[in-house]
């Protein structure tokens, strides 16, 4: 077989075939291979054909088609799957050439794994892909890592196909993340954030609903007001557009008929788990995986619907526009906390592993292309402009004063859902964020004085230097 392609791809699923059909129509030649050949030939049959598509129906086909420096990107399950590919590859492949992970991948199997590849005379790159089938077909965000002499050979390919952001649509979102696993880190922060953009939506959603009884035309109009403010994303732009849905059998609003148990594929808990190992409080994250799990368990809600009392479906009384811009403050800014949080934890992950992030480009890679898509990141892009070492988007004037202007609607948001018994835990677990780290002092005094209560753990004072600890139980007042 001539080797004639500039790049191949393994794994044709929505993403991977969506991914290879991009490159061909940026000009690039690709060899495509499947397990399941029948999805080749389907392929070439089908969308591919008439386009530089090469058909391989074994790995060694695959190789063989390929000009070198080889450059093969396995869009496949994240997982053991990714190992046995690898490994099926090495033999076949010249030193030199590149392996390249688009799919989920664990960020710690990415740094073995390009230290491995490595070791053998090859370069690997983990990268992220956003942007669903749509955006794989029509320009995703990328986010590379691992090695690091890899870059030169597939960045014109990643840049060609990735989504363009800036006032002439040439800024690519795409760009060298970092070493090993840095990329798929990156990806991972983004999900998770994904995570808490989805959950403070929902929670506008059931607030406009609920604590304000709009129908589904009056959710259209706010979410489509919403998306000409500072509050356009991709994100907002679809809910808007999920409110105008209607069944086609039945009539109903189909967002209606669709039953309230979400699902989730761990990358939002990855974070929420990488979090606590590195101490940093991604509270946001977290709470909105758990309202995933509390919402799967439907039949113990629907129990416990029957049994456990609370508020009986009131309204909020009075202004009902005055309390929609209230919700909008609110949203804003707790996703301005989820972010800051998300940007500390890039932060605490890249000095642990000593890659040299660039934030501000990070949030750019973001821009365009991918789920959380947003005007508002070109803030933050901007913030890390003015200062690269910023320890947190809050201490930045433009957030300081942003959460500024919403703070007295924000709490009013959180109060009215605690009064109308309607569960806000985003919105409630940012604005908790926000005043824990606003707060010079905090009550774990009390706490770290009954760690040394119970199993002298000793503690800082704050008139002297020094670890101290005391007989607590000896200097104790004894109670009558």
Known sequence: MAATADIAMIGLAVMGENLALNMESHGYTVAVFNRTTEKVDELLAGRGKGKKL????????LVDSLKKPRKIMMMIKAGPAVDQVINELLPLLTPGDVLIDGGNSYYLDTERRTVEVEGKGFLYIGTGVSGGEEGALKGPSLMPGGSEKAWPLVKSIFQDISAKVGPNNDIPCCDWVGPRGAGHYVKMVH???EYGDMQLICEAYLMLKEALGMSNDDLYNVFDTWNRGELESYLIEITRDIFSVK??????????????EAGAKGTGKWMSQLALDLGVPS???TEAVYARALSANKEARVRASKVLPGPKGGKVAGDKAAFVEAIRHALYASKVCSYAQGFVQLRAAAAQHEWPLDYGRNAQLWRGGCIIRARFLDRIKEAFDRNPQLENLLMDAFFTDVVKAAQDAWRQVVAEAAKLGLPVPAFSSALAYYDGYRRER???????????????HTYKRIDKPGVFHSDWLDMRKTPK
Do not use: E, K, S
């Open 54 to 61: 090469i058909g391989c129906h074994t790995v060694q086909q």
């Open 191 to 193: 999900n998770g954030i």
């Open 247 to 260: 069944d086609p059998d039945t009539g109903n609003y189909l967002v209606d008929m669709v039953l309230d």
């Open 283 to 285: 509270t946001l994250v």
């Open 442 to 456: 905090l009550p774990a005094n009390l706490l770290q004085a009954q760690r040394d209560y119970f199993g002298a």
